[in-house]
């Protein structure tokens, strides 16, 4: 079963991530676990800005109104308002933009076709969700599995082609969430996470879980999040790095 499409990179739009890593599969599915929710929107944001700054189209799937949405990144000096406005970037809410209840039998195609019709009548560039563990059947690990194999193979449709898929969930460290983990470590062609180093004021590490492509970068990144400029990286000194 081929749960994998492409050998491509496209970029995180986090310029330290970029620089260390070669980047996200293009055309595919890959997400992130974050510590929490703010932290993993600003993730998703870095990723869109970055596809809408190239021209691409782009659609995120959040729980999130529009207001709250504009107003978070606007802290962070990015406007995506323009991008609403002109139709380049689609807010796509979950309620009440899709309908699903995840059971044993659920498929994930029609909420890429209905995203679709939301977007003009054809998939965007990119694609971000929010809280992706929202679509996945959380109640053992085998379902997990299960699910997280028919959301990789939905991203690999024919309607899909030419789209990329970012999803962030919170890592809550619960049983449910490290089988989650598990999960998609399984499945999915890439997996990664950020989280937050105890006691280091707003900075983060980020580890790559499950390698895209052989030769990607396992190298554990320290970053520092200040509000209005984004990621940037935290110097370490010899004694701190060993």
Same mark, same amino acid.
């Given at each position: 079963?081929?749960?994998?499409?492409?050998?491509?990179?496209?970029?995180?739009?986090?310029?330290?991530?970029?620089?260390?890593?070669?980047?996200?599969?293009? /055309?595919?599915?890959?997400?992130?676990?974050?510590?929490?929710?703010?932290?993993?929107?600003?993730?998703?944001?870095?990723?869109?800005?970055?596809?809408?700054?190239?021209?691409?189209?782009?659609?995120?799937?959040?729980?999130?109104?529009?207001?709250?949405? @504009?107003?978070?990144?606007?802290?962070?000096? !990015?406007?995506?308002?323009?991008?609403?406005?002109?139709?380049?970037?689609? @807010?796509?809410?979950?309620?009440?933009?899709? /309908?699903?209840? !995840?059971?044993?039998?659920?498929?994930?195609?029609?909420?890429?076709?209905?995203?679709?019709?939301?977007?003009?009548?054809?998939?965007?560039?990119?694609?971000?969700?929010?809280? %992706?563990?929202?679509?996945?059947?959380?109640?053992? @690990? $085998?379902?997990?599995?299960?699910?997280?194999?028919?959301?990789?193979?939905? %991203?690999? /449709?024919?309607?899909?082609?030419?789209?990329? %898929?970012?999803?962030?969930? !919170?890592?809550?460290?619960?049983?449910?969430?490290?089988?989650?983990?598990?999960?998609?470590?399984?499945? @999915?062609?890439?997996?990664?996470?950020?989280?937050?180093?105890?006691?280091?004021?707003?900075?983060?590490?980020?580890?790559?879980?499950?390698?895209?492509?052989?030769?990607?970068?396992?190298?554990?990144?320290?970053?520092?999040?200040?509000?209005? $400029?984004?990621?940037?990286?935290?110097?370490?000194?010899?004694?701190?790095?060993?």
């Amino acid at each position: 079963m081929k749960l994998s499409r492409a050998l491509k990179a496209i970029d995180w739009g986090i310029n330290p991530i970029d620089q260390v890593t070669h980047g996200l599969p293009e /055309s595919d599915l890959s997400v992130i676990e974050t510590p929490d929710y703010h932290t993993g929107m600003m993730v998703l944001g870095h990723y869109l800005h970055a596809g809408l700054q190239k021209g691409e189209t782009c659609a995120l799937i959040s729980f999130d109104t529009a207001d709250t949405f @504009l107003s978070n990144f606007l802290l962070w000096n !990015v406007d995506f308002e323009k991008f609403l406005l002109d139709e380049k970037m689609f @807010l796509l809410n979950y309620r009440p933009n899709f /309908s699903f209840e !995840v059971g044993l039998t659920y498929q994930y195609d029609p909420i890429f076709t209905e995203m679709a019709r939301l977007c003009g009548g054809k998939m965007p560039n990119r694609v971000a969700i929010q809280q %992706v563990d929202t679509l996945i059947n959380l109640n053992n @690990l $085998t379902l997990m599995n299960n699910s997280a194999q028919k959301l990789a193979l939905a %991203v690999l /449709s024919k309607q899909m082609e030419g789209t990329s %898929v970012l999803g962030q969930y !919170v890592q809550f460290g619960d049983t449910v969430h490290r089988n989650l983990s598990i999960a998609f470590q399984k499945t @999915l062609p890439a997996c990664f996470s950020l989280s937050e180093v105890s006691g280091g004021n707003h900075q983060f590490e980020f580890r790559t879980l499950k390698l895209p492509w052989y030769g990607y970068s396992r190298t554990p990144l320290l970053l520092q999040m200040k509000e209005g $400029t984004g990621f940037s990286f935290v110097e370490q000194d010899h004694e701190q790095a060993a």
